[in-house]
Nanobody, 123 residues
Framework: VQLQASGGGMAQTGGSLRLSCAAS????????VGWFRQAPGKEREFVAG????????AYADSVKGRFTISRDNTVNTVYLQMNSLKPEDTAKYYC?????????????????WGQGTLVTVSS
């Protein structure tokens, strides 16, 4: 599976961005897809995840109510809609996929990774 993340950029506090994670090589149908982020000097952290088969989702507490993860079967893409952005959301965002059933919060359990896309939120 090859993953291509896109949609990052700059936003002001309170603004919105939508990230996309497009898969090629194999459909997502049996995968869990997660979004992670890493700020300079910090550990990579889980943001949100979705199980493709039944659209079950999970979110980090820090983004609940502000971010929404979704999928589009027709274009084999997972989205992360980010609203009410805060400066602390500034990071490089990565999408990842794994064939496990459970949505893991641990980035080390994911097999496939996209290249990352930078999100910068100014105050």
């Amino acid at each position: 599976v090859q993953l291509q993340a896109s949609g990052g950029g700059m936003a002001q506090t309170g603004g919105s961005l939508r990230l996309s994670c497009a898969a090629s090589g194999r459909a997502f149908s049996r995968y869990v897809v997660g979004w992670f982020r890493q700020a300079p000097g910090k550990e990579r952290e889980f943001v949100a995840g979705i199980r493709w088969s039944d659209s079950s989702t999970a979110y980090a507490d820090s983004v609940k109510g502000r971010f929404t993860i979704s999928r589009d079967n027709t274009v084999n893409t997972v989205y992360l809609q980010m609203n009410s952005l805060k400066p602390e959301d500034t990071a490089k965002y990565y999408c990842a996929a794994d064939g496990a059933w459970r949505i893991s919060y641990n980035w080390r359990t994911y097999t496939y990774w996209g290249q990352g896309t930078l999100v910068t939120v100014s105050s």
